[in-house]
């Protein structure tokens, strides 16, 4: 998907755009951590986003000090296309790849998101 993204749309706004599609709602800190970066570079970034119209500020009812962030429309259509164009170039690319070993990459792409969604702390020293 990266090498699909805009001309315009550098990596990092491009891994806050597709976060913020994931997980509506999310804070400036979620994304912040997400994408690795500091609080001030990641508000920053999303600035540029606001200011582009893809991405939109929004109070919390329940907590108006605390501001979500989602797509907008024009947003969610950039990550649809982006999206359509990796589909396509994917399976263009696993055409020609044998549906056995089609099989396997899914069954071992699946165990790579199951290992990958949990994130392991790490041991404490005895």
Same mark, same amino acid.
């Given at each position: 998907?990266?090498?699909?993204?805009?001309?315009?749309?550098?990596?990092?706004?491009?891994?806050?755009?597709?976060?913020?599609?994931?997980?509506?709602?999310?804070?400036?800190?979620?994304?912040?951590?997400?994408?690795?970066?500091?609080?001030?570079?990641?508000?920053?970034?999303?600035?540029?986003?606001?200011?582009?119209?893809?991405?939109?500020?929004?109070?919390?009812?329940?907590?108006?000090?605390?501001?979500?962030?989602?797509? =907008?429309?024009?947003?969610?259509?950039?990550?649809?296309?982006?999206?359509?164009? =990796?589909?396509?170039?994917?399976?263009?690319?696993?055409?020609?790849?044998?549906?056995?070993?089609? =099989?396997?990459?899914?069954?071992?792409?699946?165990?790579?998101?199951?290992?990958?969604? =949990?994130?392991?702390?790490?041991?404490?020293?005895?």
């Amino acid at each position: 998907m990266r090498s699909r993204r805009e001309a315009d749309l550098s990596v990092p706004q491009f891994r806050a755009l597709a976060f913020v599609g994931r997980r509506s709602k999310c804070s400036l800190s979620d994304v912040a951590q997400h994408v690795g970066t500091t609080l001030p570079s990641m508000s920053k970034l999303i600035d540029g986003l606001v200011g582009r119209g893809l991405v939109a500020r929004v109070p919390e009812t329940d907590d108006r000090r605390r501001i979500a962030l989602s797509l =907008t429309g024009e947003g969610k259509a950039l990550l649809a296309i982006v999206r359509n164009g =990796t589909q396509s170039f994917l399976s263009d690319l696993f055409s020609g790849v044998a549906a056995s070993e089609r =099989t396997a990459i899914v069954e071992a792409m699946r165990h790579l998101a199951r290992l990958f969604a =949990t994130p392991k702390l790490p041991k404490e020293a005895s």
